[in-house]
């Protein structure tokens, strides 16, 4: 049995949504035992209302809780009874095998760095993100490629680059089924020597000290285009290009609803493009990604969106199930010493 | 010799309460009809459970199994049962041939109409001073059980009886006869427990309005934890129901430690029973060694418990203030209708969908 902390008071619309999600979870997931750590009054109030597996959830109490905005070094010392603290030790002490939160970001990363430990030879985690693009990739059709880091680790090395590389490979492999992924760095030119050092080295040795599908540079038009399956960058550049194409997405929806109001005309145009659109606002939906991996700890750690509802929170989940259930931190860990060797001849 | 006296009836609904049965679809209600004795599958631990209370009561205990199944598949049903180590003392199903071919199709899915008056003959046969029912979230069994338990305690009376006969739209010759049962029922509060199997993983808030008789169980060993705590069943029985479930491949010691601690969550169970049970269990332990090591046992349960930390624990559930049959009766029956239509205009769209995907179609 699959056994995923879920940090019940983390997050805008915690813990309702969250416990909402961890209950259609538990009726999905027949392989996976939920551990919902939070105020254990408020978190069986909520349960009572909802269909659930009993038999799959247990309550971890916690009395404590940190809210979004809270510094994150200061509250997890404030609060050494947090949610999201108690569930990072269960996973820590092997009580779990994963955990899920939609909390405070800066919160989640550092507790995850005081209770877990970097796997050998990863200096630095990364979290990575899904974006839709225009391509197809595996059997299953998936249409999303990897960004990582995308807020973990705002100073990278080379080194830093490709590990994380390696580690976005492996998640494609396993949780996209992507058994050859095509791996980028994302850089202001194609060429080789473009970029700043850390970038242009890092280009030199996953050409030469690694057997991925290493496709060189790609700009940020790239992303969309799906010219990549797996596309590198420090976590401050990361950052920035997920929450721009997360606004992007916004904007054009917030303006088919303007257009949708405004004429007529627009209106019915609007209407015979609906399905489409529909389908737009699907893929685009980050509800539906379930969540980012904070990847290159032994443990496993999915931050869901801080706005994430429950249809988010049951997604998150699920692929937190299907991370440890396909075997992820072995891959990582085999293809980070398989470089190291080759490194080192 | 002579039979001891009658203490306690179980009564017992079959599909979905003591067998795993589907019929949400034409399809599966056609394949279960045509099962096998051997091909039914009850709900893991509802046999250890049944025979449990048979061994409980030394011959003063009562089996009654009341089920809306046709009563064609009595025989089919007996065998089951005979199956699995069990014999019911009274197995009373439905006459839905009969009721077909007299043209009473309301009859055919009527609950109120068909279980209560069931009950009250029943009962009128051999009445107990106890009675525990056990039930399940598909149809209206809360609703249909607890009608029965308020009129045998006189809480309920006949001009009320008669409206919520009116409110399930019962037929004239079955609201007389149920007029006439209750009339002749030996009375008394002799409902103490009603379980009901959440089958369908139905919230339990709903419950709740029903008052502390009912509790809904994810299965039959939250069952067996609420009967001990009821003092029908020691823990040498908690244990071997336990064990015939964890046999069954589809619980673990976890799954039945988190349900203890569901309970403890509700309010349904004590701690302070739930750690009498464990070290009641201690000598007992042996039972369950072949299938897990005594120290796992104790420290899987002891961790649920230990887990809801220091909070006070939660307040017992309260008693139902009398209820409103006539507006509940009404209320269910405007529920399944409406969960009829949704599930008809499904299934037409269903159809029609696939008659559009079908290349022969085009």
């Given at each position: ?39 254990a009054?408020?978190?069986d109030r909520?349960l009572r209302?909802?269909r659930h597996e009993a038999e799959r959830i247990r309550v ?286 | ?6 203490r306690h009836t179980y009564r017992w609904d079959l599909?979905k309460t003591y067998l795993r ?21 009850a709900v893991p631990g509802a046999p250890a459970l049944m025979r449990a209370l048979v061994a409980a009561g030394a011959?003063a205990h009562r089996i009654c199994i009341l ?17 699995d180590?069990v014999?019911a ?30 009950l ?8 107990a001073p106890g009675e525990t029912l056990f039930g399940d979230d598909a149809e209206s069994d809360a609703l249909t059980y607890c009608l029965y338990a308020d009129?045998l305690a ?35 509060d002799a409902v103490q427990r009603i379980l009901i199997h959440l089958e369908g993983r139905s919230p339990t808030a709903p419950f709740e309005h029903y008052g502390a008789r009912v509790v809904p169980v994810f299965n039959y060993f939250q069952a067996a934890l609420v009967l001990y705590q009821d003092r029908h069943l020691d823990a040498g029985a908690v244990l071997g129901i336990a064990r015939e479930m964890l046999?069954s491949?589809e619980h673990s010691l976890d799954t039945l430690a988190n349900s203890l601690q569901d309970l403890i969550r509700r309010g349904r169970l004590g701690i302070k029973t739930a750690l009498a049970l464990g070290e009641e269990s201690m000598?007992l332990?042996?039972s369950l ?8 046992i104790?420290?899987t349960f002891t961790?649920r418990v230990?887990a809801l930390?220091?909070l006070p624990a939660a307040p017992p559930a309260a008693d139902a203030?009398?209820l ?39």
């Open positions: 049995m699959i056994r995923i902390a879920v940090d019940a008071m983390g997050g805008d619309h915690a813990p309702d949504e969250i416990v909402r999600g961890a209950a259609a979870a538990s009726l999905a997931l027949t392989d996976v035992e939920l551990i919902l750590v939070g105020d009054r408020q978190i909520l209302e909802e971890e109490h916690a009395s404590q809780a940190i809210a979004m905005d809270e510094k994150p070094a200061e509250a997890l010392a404030a609060k050494p009874d947090a949610s999201l603290l108690v569930a990072a030790r269960l996973v820590a002490r092997g009580d779990a095998d994963a955990l899920v939160s939609a909390g405070n970001t800066g919160a989640a990363v550092l507790a995850c760095s005081r209770h877990f430990h970097l796997i050998a030879g990863v200096r630095r985690a990364a979290l990575a993100a899904v974006y839709p693009t225009e391509i197809r990739r595996g059997d299953k059709e998936d249409p999303f490629s990897l960004i990582l880091d995308v807020g973990a680790t705002l100073d990278v090395t080379a080194e830093d680059l490709v590990s994380f590389a390696l580690m976005g490979a492996a998640y494609a492999t396993r949780i996209s089924k992507n058994p050859r992924p095509r791996v980028a760095l994302l850089s202001n030119g194609t060429e080789a020597g473009k970029g700043p050092k850390e970038i242009v080295r890092a280009h030199e040795l996953l050409l030469a000290h690694t057997g991925l599908n290493f496709v060189g540079n790609v700009e940020g038009v790239d992303i969309p285009r799906g010219t990549a399956d797996v596309v590198v960058c420090s976590g401050f550049t990361g950052n920035i290009v997920v929450k721009m194409l997360e606004g992007v997405s916004e904007t054009v929806m917030r303006l088919a609803r303007y257009a949708y109001k405004e004429k007529l005309v627009w209106r019915i145009a609007l209407g015979m493009l609906s399905g489409g659109i529909g389908r737009l606002k699907a893929l685009t939906d980050w509800q539906e990604y379930g969540g980012a991996p904070l990847l290159g700890f032994d443990r496993l750690f999915i931050k869901a969106h801080g706005r994430s509802r429950s249809r988010a929170v049951e997604n998150a989940i699920k692929v937190a199930a299907k991370a440890v259930r396909s075997g992820l931190h072995d891959d990582i860990r085999k293809r980070v010493a398989e470089f190291e060797a080759r490194r080192s001849t | 010799m002579t039979a001891p006296a009658l599909d049965t589907e019929f949400d679809t034409l399809g599966s209600l056609i394949r279960t009809a045509f099962e096998k004795p051997a091909d039914k599958r011959g089920s809306g199944s046709p009563r064609q598949l009595s025989r089919v049903v007996a065998a089951k049962l005979a199956l180590g014999t003392d009274e197995l009373v199903l439905k006459p839905n041939l009969s009721n077909a071919l007299r043209g009473r199709f309301r009859a055919l899915r009527d609950q109120v109409g068909y279980k209560l008056p069931a009250l003959e029943s009962r009128i046969g051999a009445a009129l006189g809480r309920v009376t006949q001009r009320e009886l008669g409206r919520v006969l009116d409110a399930a739209n019962a037929y004239p010759d079955v609201r007389a006869r149920t007029l006439d049962l209750a009339a002749r029922v030996p009375g008394g046999a491949g000598p332990g042996s060694a072949e299938l897990a090591p005594q120290s796992e104790a420290r961790a230990r930390g220091a203030p009398l409103d049959y006539p507006a509940l009766v009404a209320a269910d029956v405007a529920r399944r209708r409406d969960a009829k239509r949704s599930r008809d205009a499904k299934r037409s769209r269903d159809a029609k969908r696939s008659r559009r995907q079908d290349p022969d179609h085009r």
